[in-house]
């Protein structure tokens, strides 16, 4: 009898490890198809409140709802072995305490069963951030362009790129790695920030539009597969046209359909084979 394989899950400690040793392999998934492609090849993969606008066509992340995220989660969690999972904690579901954040946290990690949550804010969100660590609850940080503050930041603008910004920015990444958060995405911001923050503080940063001297990078895998639309950020790169290849598949099944040579006989349940 052979010996069954047991894969292991990546950990959060196991993820933190990697900072200084190995680049870190982020990338979006809100569905059992795509997360079971991704589990073979990354080390991390992030439910994002991204799919409120790749997934539901949203305008912006800030209306997917809470039971949104959690059942994003419980398809990714269930369709991969080896990643770790990530689920973004969707707007106005933290910061209005500590409390509520903590609250809402337990529900996605406990209907998901995913490992960590993720949420967007600098310095005055860290109180916020130890409250949950020091209860169990793993934390992603995340600064720089934060698309749930996309109001009060004018639109999806870089960031860092004066003085007095860059170091709020890296003030605020200080005060998350302080506050104990696992890791630390940097958005949409000034090269020359993420590289600071990148090299001063202890936890891994995971660069989206940021510095290829972060310790990891994430995208939006639909970005990268140009199936997106035409939102396409500046900092996504599409690396496959998984478009063409499905638009080829579609325009193929219609095409047999309406030609009648799509089903045959062989495709057919009762149907006595003939003898050859």
């Known amino acids: 009898m052979s010996t069954p394989i047991i894969v292991k899950r990546n950990t959060v400690p196991q993820i933190q490890a990697m900072k200084g040793q190995q680049k870190i392999v982020c990338l979006t998934s809100y569905s059992s ?15 994002g409140d991204s799919t409120a606008m790749v997934g539901y066509n949203m305008e912006n992340t800030l209306t997917i709802t809470l039971e949104q995220m959690a059942a994003h989660g419980q398809a990714v969690m269930r369709s991969t072995q080896k990643a770790c999972v990530v ?7 933290y910061q209005e305490s500590k409390e509520q954040a903590f609250r809402n946290a337990a529900y996605l990690l406990k209907q998901s069963n995913a490992q960590a949550v993720k949420m967007e804010g600098g310095a005055f969100l860290a109180e916020t951030t130890r409250f949950l660590t020091e209860r169990g609850i793993p934390v992603m940080a995340h600064v720089g362009l934060m698309p749930q503050y ?7 603008k870089a960031q860092g790129l004066s003085e007095e910004m860059a170091e709020r920015i890296y003030q605020d990444a200080i005060a998350q790695s ?4 696992f890791s630390l995405v ?4 000034a090269e020359s920030l993420g590289r600071r923050i990148t090299e001063n503080i202890a936890i891994p940063t995971i660069g989206i539009g940021a510095s290829p001297a972060c310790d990891g ?3 939006v895998t639909e970005d990268i597969l140009n199936l997106s639309g035409p939102r396409i950020p500046k900092f996504a790169k599409q690396f496959a046209d998984a478009q063409a290849i499905i638009r080829e598949g579609v325009k193929a099944y219609a095409e047999e359909v309406r030609n009648e040579t799509f089903p045959t006989l ?3 349940f009762g149907v ?3 003898n050859a």
Request: charged share 20%; net charge negative.
């Open 266 to 268: 062989d495709h057919c």
């Open 87 to 93: 689920v973004d904690m969707p707007f106005a579901s």
């Open 150 to 156: 996309f109001n009060t930041m004018g639109g999806f």
């Open 272 to 274: 006595a084979k003939k």
């Open 217 to 219: 990078q994430i995208l």
């Open 33 to 47: 198809p795509f997360a079971r492609i991704l589990d073979e090849f990354v080390d991390l993969i992030l439910v």
């Open 178 to 181: 302080q506050a104990g958060a």
């Open 186 to 189: 940097i958005e949409g911001s």
